[in-house]
T-cell receptor
Framework: NAGVTQTPKFQVLKTGQSMTLQCAQD?????MYWYRQDPGMGLRLIYY???????DKGEVPNGYNVSRLNKREFSLRLESAAPSQTSVYFC??????????????FGPGTRLTVT | KNQVEQSPQSLIILEGKNCTLQ??????????LRWYKQDTGRGPVSLTI?????NTKSNGRYTATLDADTKQSSLHITASQLSDSASYIC???????????FGTGTSLTVIP
């Protein structure tokens, strides 16, 4: 049981390049999330997927797109990277069922630098 | 505006000592409050989740308190260890489901 996995762990892009960050979870969770973490700021939600087949914008969606490929996988795409997108990106997942409160599990993060 | 504020921003303590981290929030409607531990270069890991009706919750040497009336929470660490060195993040989940509001964290350093 690997939990939440992310690839790659590190990436350097030049301005204007594109890339896709991959995330997968093996806990059969229905909700998945993409966050970015910048120095001096709390984690900010980019996009989330409440269930397979649905995606919604979070607090900072501009410049990003997402795909919920299946229940396990949720990818984040940068179409034209900008230096402002230099950050650490975390994927998370949790089970969302009824009124019970469930933990949110985070992946190890992807450190992205855009030059 | 929904906000989560943590204090202090950073803290250095001697191994074996206790410490208390603070979290104030203005999130409404409130569902639950979570404390996470984030080691350098790793993702956050959940320590506790507290609902409106819970005042205190413990997880080993970590004890979280919640005062929903004053919208304050604290995380008390007892008999600190070097491995407690990390960032501790307070997160409030709104009743609207997928809205999580993150504090900026308290960076704790435990020195021998």
């Amino acid at each position: 049981n690997a939990g939440v996995t992310q690839t790659p762990k590190f990436q350097v892009l030049k301005t204007g390049q594109s890339m896709t960050l991959q995330c997968a979870q093996d806990m059969n969770h229905n909700s998945m999330y993409w966050y970015r973490q910048d120095p001096g700021m709390g984690l900010r939600l980019i996009y989330y997927s409440a269930s397979e087949g649905t995606t919604d914008k979070g607090e900072v969606p501009n410049g990003y797109n997402v795909s919920r490929l299946n229940k396990r996988e949720f990818s984040l795409r940068l179409e034209s990277a900008a230096p402002s997108q230099t950050s650490v990106y975390f994927c998370a997942s949790r089970r969302l069922a009824g009124r019970k409160i469930h933990e949110q599990y985070f992946g190890p993060g992807t450190r992205l630098t855009v030059t | 505006k929904n906000q989560v504020e943590q204090s202090p921003q950073s803290l250095i303590i001697l191994e074996g000592k206790n410490c208390t981290l603070q979290c104030n929030y203005t999130v409404s409607p409130f569902s639950n409050l979570r404390w996470y531990k984030q080691d350098t270069g790793r993702g956050p890991v959940s320590l506790t989740i507290m609902t409106f009706s819970e005042n205190t919750k413990s997880n080993g040497r970590y004890t979280a308190t919640l005062d929903a009336d004053t919208k304050q929470s604290s995380l008390h660490i007892t008999a600190s260890q070097l491995s407690d060195s990390a960032s501790y993040i307070c997160v409030v989940n709104s009743n609207t489901g997928n809205q999580f509001y993150f504090g900026t964290g308290t960076s704790l350093t435990v020195i021998p």
